[in-house]
């Protein structure tokens, strides 16, 4: 299921990245990579919030769709 579909409050383990090189690139350098854990902090307008190791990071509704849990 991609992450977008996650609720605030569930914490999910990354299974797959999908996109071009240089996007799944762009999300391995915020920390979003293959068995990271990602919390949903907040949800707005399917837009995330998202707590990824030590630090929170926004995403747009189309690259979470890009990150499959």
Known sequence: ??????????????????????????LAELGFVVDAAVTVVSELAGNLILQVKDSRV?????MASRILF
């Open 1 to 26: 299921m991609p992450l977008s579909m996650a609720k605030p409050g569930e914490t999910v383990v990354i299974r797959r990245i999908t996109g071009k090189d240089e996007v799944r690139q762009h």
């Open 58 to 62: 926004a995403l747009d509704r189309n």
